[in-house]
C-alpha cells in the first residue's frame, strides 16, 4: 500500500525521533550503571525530544519507574491511523529496539474497532497483515487476551496482542482473566519451589501482582497471569483512539504493563500528550483520502418519508455516474446510503418514534427497494457483519442505524446520510458525519458528485445543524475543513458554513491574466516539453551500481549475547526444565535475502536490485563476522543499509538531475507550449475558494490593497502565512503578490520524490508592469533545520542559478526580461530576511 506524502513525512519524523532517542537511551544505561542515582534526573525521551527541536515535553513513566517514551499522533478520521501504526511498529523495533520480534500490545476502544482490527490483522492478504510480516520477516503471531503462547513464541515472532480498553482496566469484572493466575503461562516463570529465582524475578519487576506478602511464610509469589508475563516482555504498546484512554484508572493499568515505548493516535488529542505530528483535514483533502464539499439538506417538509424520497433518488443518481466511472476506469463504485433513526429496539416501535423497521418497511414497498439492498445495525441486530461492503457481489445499498456505526465502522462506499432524528442537540443528529467522508480508493475519481458527500434532514434548525456537523468534524480531527459545506435548503447559507466563491484578478491587474508564467524544470518529450517526473525521468535513471556500500567495511556489529531479554524472563531452575527451556530461546543463524530485499523495496523500487544490494552489503559483514553474528545483527543491519540507501539515492539522483540539466535534456524555463491542463508554470485565471472571511490588512485597517486576486481566503492561512501575506501588502515597491493556494499550481519538481509548493509569490512593480518576481517558500520555526527544509533551501538556490542564464527563459511579449528570485522564509527571522530582501533593491523606476 503506498504511501501518502504526508504519512511519509509522519514516519520520517518518527525516524529522526527515534534515532535521537537511541543515542540519548545509551548515555542513560550507561549513567544509570555508573550511578542509578545520577540517572534518576536523566529523563531521555525528552533529550531526544529537544534533539529534533521540540520544546515542551511532557514526562511519563512506566511501572518500573523508568522513563517512557510516550508519543502522540493527532491523524483525523480516514488518514489512516492503523497502517501508520503498522510502519511504526516496524520502525520502533528497527531503530529503537534493534529487533524485529517481542510483544506489541494492540488496545483499541470498542468492539467494533476491536473486530475490525482484528480481521484485518489476520487476514495474510490485508495490506496490514503484509506490512507486519515484511518487518518480522513472516513470523507475525496475531493473539487475543485468551490465547495462550510461551517464550519460543514471543522469541521467534512479532506477536501483536489486541486488547479492548475495558480489557485493559482492572476495574473490570468481567475481564480480570487478563490478571487471573493461568497454568498456561508457567513457562514464562520460575518453578513454584524455586524460591531464589522468585525473589530475583521480583527485584528485577517489582511490580508484578503477586500471592502473599513480605511478611507470611512463602512470602511474596508472582501470579502467573497474562499480565504479568506482559510486564515482564515490556511491549511497544499501541493505543487506537488514545483520548479514550485517558481516565486515571486506564492509565496507571496501561502504565503498569511496563511498556518499552508508547504510541498514542486520535483524532482528539488531549492536554498534556507529546503530539509528535499533526495531521490537519487539509492534509487529506489535498491527498484525496476525504469527499469534499458536504452538502446539506433540510427539506421543509415534515415528512422523513419525503426526506428518504428524496435522498434515496439522489443515491440512485450517484449509482447512475458510478456504473459510467466504472466503465471508464473499471473501478468498481456502489453509493451506499445510511439512514439514521430514533428507535431500533424489538418492542419500540410505538408508531411516533421514526423506527428501523419503519424506514425498511417503506423502502421496500413505497420505494421499490429489493430487500437484499437493505440492511440494518443495532447494537442488537448486525446485518451486515462478516460481510464485505466493497465486494462487487454485495447487494447492500442501504444501511439503518442509530449510533451503532459511531466509531471504527469504515466503508468509502458510503456517500449520503439521512438522519431523521428530531433532538435539539446539536450533535446526535449529526454525530454519523464522518462514516460518509472517506474517499473510496484514496483516489478522487474526477467526478465531482463522487468526490463529494450529502446529508439529508427535515424541519431542523440550519444554524444547529451546521454547528452539530461542525462538533462532529471537530472531533473526528476535521475542525480546519468544517466550513467545506453547502447548504441547499434556500436559507441564506448564513449558518457557519464556507460558501464557494471564484476569486478573480483585480481589475487593475486584469491585462496579466492568462500571461504570468513562473520558471518548471521541464524535459523534452518528442517534440514538446512537459513538467519533470522524479519516478518516470530521475529515479529511472540512477545507476545503483554507483552504491557506496564502503561504510559496511567498517560497521561493527554486537557480539551474541547469551543473556537476552527473553532468556532471562524464561530462565528455570532444575535439571529438565532448565536445559529445554535454553534451547528454545536460541537465535537461528541463517540470513533469508528475500526478506532483506523486501525490507528494502520502499528505497529502491526494482526487487531485483534491492536484491543484489542487500546480498552485497550482507557479504562484507560476512567477511568480518561469523553468520551468526550477522543473523543476530540482521535487524540493525538492515536498518543501517535503509538508512544509507535513502542517503546514496538522493545523492545519485541528485547526480541524475543536475546531468540532464548540464545536457540540456531537463531545461528550467517558463513553459508555454504545455499542451496538457493545469500548465505548472502558468499562474491561474481564476481560483475556486471556500471562503467565509476574507484576508483583511489589521496593520492597516484596510482591505487588501495589492493581493492578484480579489479574494484571499482567511482560512486558507496560518498565523506565519497571515502575518507575510500582510507583510507584502504593505510593500509600495510591489506591484502585486499571489497566494499559491493549492497543489494544483505552482510547484518545482527537484530531486527528491516530493514538490514543492511555494507559497507566495510577488512582483517588483516597474512603472505600469513588474520587473522582477519573488518565489517565497515559508517554514515553520520547528522545521527551519529539518532535512526537508535543507533540501528545500539547496533547489531554491539552483533556481536562483540557472534563472540567471537567460538562455534558458522563454517570455511573454507582454513582458519584458523579468528577474526572478527564489527565497526560503524562516519563521524565526522572517521580517529581517525580507527586510533585506527589498531594501538591497533599486527602486528608481517605482
Request: hydrophobic share 35%.
Amino acid at each position: 500500500m503506498e504511501l501518502k506524502e504526508y504519512q511519509k513525512q509522519v514516519l520520517q519524523r518518527l525516524s529522526s525521533y527515534l534515532t535521537a532517542l537511541n543515542q540519548f537511551k545509551d548515555k542513560y544505561d550507561k549513567a544509570l550503571e555508573a550511578d542509578p542515582e545520577l540517572a534518576e534526573g536523566y529523563h531521555f525521551p525528552e533529550k531526544a525530544w529537544a534533539e529534533i527541536g521540540l520544546s515542551g515535553y511532557n514526562q511519563f513513566k512506566n511501572g518500573l519507574g523508568e522513563p517512557l517514551p510516550n508519543l502522540f499522533f493527532k491523524v483525523p478520521t480516514g488518514g489512516g491511523k492503523t497502517i501508520l501504526a503498522c510502519h511504526s511498529i516496524d520502525l520502533i523495533n528497527k531503530v529503537y529496539l534493534k529487533k524485529q520480534n517481542g510483544m506489541v500490545l494492540w488496545i483499541v476502544p470498542t468492539s467494533q474497532i476491536y473486530n475490525q482490527t482484528l480481521e484485518a490483522l489476520q487476514d495474510r492478504n490485508h495490506p496490514y497483515r503484509q506490512l507486519l510480516d515484511i518487518s518480522s520477516g513472516g513470523k507475525t503471531l496475531i493473539l487475543e487476551k485468551l490465547d495462550i503462547f510461551n517464550p519460543q513464541d514471543v522469541d521467534e515472532n512479532l506477536c501483536v496482542m489486541i486488547l479492548m480498553l475495558p480489557s485493559a482496566s482492572r476495574q473490570s469484572k468481567e475481564t480480570l482473566k487478563v490478571f487471573k493466575d493461568n497454568s498456561g503461562y508457567t513457562s514464562f516463570f520460575p518453578v513454584e519451589d524455586d524460591y531464589k529465582g522468585q525473589c530475583e524475578l521480583l527485584d528485577r519487576i517489582p511490580n508484578l501482582d503477586t500471592f502473599g506478602s513480605e511478611g507470611e511464610i512463602f512470602g511474596r509469589l508472582p501470579k502467573t497471569s497474562m499480565g504479568n508475563v506482559l510486564r515482564l516482555l515490556r511491549p511497544i504498546i499501541i493505543i487506537d483512539e488514545g483520548h479514550k484512554a485517558y481516565s486515571k484508572t486506564a492509565r496507571d493499568t496501561v502504565y503498569n504493563f511496563n511498556p518499552s515505548f508508547m504510541l498514542e493516535l486520535s483524532a482528539t488529542p488531549p492536554e498534556s500528550v507529546n503530539e509528535l505530528v499533526q495531521i490537519t483535514g487539509k492534509q487529506l483533502n489535498d491527498e484525496q483520502m476525504i469527499k469534499l464539499d458536504i452538502y446539506l439538506t433540510n427539506k421543509a417538509t415534515s415528512g422523513w418519508k419525503d426526506t428518504i424520497s428524496e435522498a434515496k433518488a439522489f443515491r440512485d443518481d450517484l449509482e447512475t455516474k458510478a456504473k459510467d466511472y466504472e466503465q471508464n476506469t473499471s473501478k468498481y463504485i456502489r453509493p451506499i446510503m445510511l439512514v439514521q433513526v430514533e428507535r431500533t429496539g424489538k418492542d419500540q416501535r410505538d408508531g411516533v418514534n421514526i423506527h428501523s423497521e419503519d424506514v425498511r418497511e417503506f423502502l421496500i414497498k413505497q420505494c421499490a427497494v429489493p430487500v437484499d439492498h437493505i440492511a440494518v445495525k443495532t447494537s442488537d441486530t448486525d446485518e451486515i457483519e462478516n460481510i464485505d461492503l466493497l465486494s462487487g457481489g454485495c447487494p447492500v445499498r442501504y444501511i439503518i442505524t442509530k449510533h451503532a456505526l459511531q466509531e471504527g465502522w469504515d466503508c468509502p462506499f458510503a456517500y449520503v446520510l439521512a438522519t431523521l432524528t428530531h433532538s435539539q442537540s446539536e450533535t446526535s443528529m449529526t454525530q454519523l458525519i464522518g462514516r460518509v467522508l472517506r474517499q473510496p480508493y484514496a483516489v478522487k475519481t474526477g467526478v465531482k458528485e463522487l468526490d463529494e458527500c450529502y446529508v439529508y434532514t427535515c424541519q431542523q434548525d440550519t444554524a444547529t445543524l451546521v454547528r452539530g456537523i461542525k462538533k462532529n468534524l471537530e472531533g473526528e480531527g476535521l475542525g480546519d475543513i468544517a466550513g467545506r459545506m453547502t447548504i441547499q435548503n434556500g436559507g441564506d447559507n448564513d449558518y457557519g458554513a464556507l460558501p464557494t466563491k471564484t476569486a478573480h484578478y483585480r481589475d487593475e491587474f486584469q491585462k496579466f491574466v492568462g500571461k504570468i508564467y513562473l520558471p518548471v524544470f521541464a524535459i523534452a518529450d518528442g517534440s514538446k516539453w512537459r513538467e519533470v517526473s522524479y519516478f518516470a525521468d530521475i529515479l529511472s535513471r540512477v545507476d545503483w551500481n554507483q552504491v557506496d556500500l564502503s561504510a559496511f567495511d567498517n560497521l561493527s556489529l554486537q557480539e551474541r549475547q547469551d543473556d537476552d531479554v527473553l532468556f532471562q524472563i524464561g530462565f528455570r531452575r532444575g535439571d529438565s526444565i532448565s536445559g529445554e527451556e535454553t534451547g528454545r530461546l536460541s537465535v537461528k543463524s541463517d540470513i533469508d535475502h528475500d526478506y532483506i530485499a523486501r525490507q528494502l523495496i520502499d528505497v529502491i523500487p526494482n526487487p531485483w536490485v534491492s536484491f543484489d544490494l542487500g546480498k552485497r552489503a550482507i557479504g562484507k559483514l560476512l567477511g568480518r563476522y561469523d553468520q551468526e553474528v550477522v543473523a543476530y545483527n540482521l535487524v540493525f543491519a538492515i536498518e543501517e543499509l535503509k538508512k544509507l540507501l535513502f542517503s546514496q539515492r538522493d545523492l545519485l539522483s541528485e547526480q541524475v538531475f543536475k546531468q540532464l540539466l548540464k545536457d540540456g535534456v531537463i531545461r528550467f524555463f517558463l513553459l508555454k507550449g504545455y499542451s496538457g491542463e493545469n500548465n505548472p508554470s502558468l499562474l491561474p485565471k481564476s481560483v475556486s475558494v471556500r471562503s467565509k472571511k476574507p484576508l483583511f490588512n489589521y496593520n492597516y485597517n484596510q482591505p487588501l490593497q495589492r493581493s492578484l486576486f480579489d479574494y484571499i481566503p482567511d482560512e486558507d492561512l496560518n498565523d506565519l502565512e497571515k502575518e507575510v501575506a500582510l507583510y507584502l501588502d504593505g510593500q509600495q515597491q510591489l506591484l502585486w503578490w499571489y497566494r499559491n493556494m493549492s497543489k494544483s499550481q505552482y510547484r518545482i519538481q527537484g530531486w527528491k520524490p516530493h514538490r514543492i509548493y511555494p507559497d507566495f509569490i510577488a512582483s517588483r512593480k516597474a512603472k505600469d508592469t513588474y520587473d522582477k518576481v519573488y518565489v517565497l517558500e515559508t517554514k515553520g520555526e520547528h522545521l527551519e533545520m529539518s532535512e526537508d527544509s535543507t533540501y528545500k533551501r539547496a533547489v531554491l538556490d539552483l533556481c536562483n542559478e540557472l534563472v540567471v542564464d537567460s538562455d534558458v527563459m522563454q517570455f511573454e511579449e507582454a513582458i519584458k526580461d523579468p528577474e526572478f528570485e527564489f527565497q526560503m522564509i524562516d519563521q524565526s527571522s522572517w521580517k529581517s530576511q525580507l527586510n533585506e530582501i527589498f531594501s538591497k533593491e533599486d527602486y528608481g523606476n517605482s
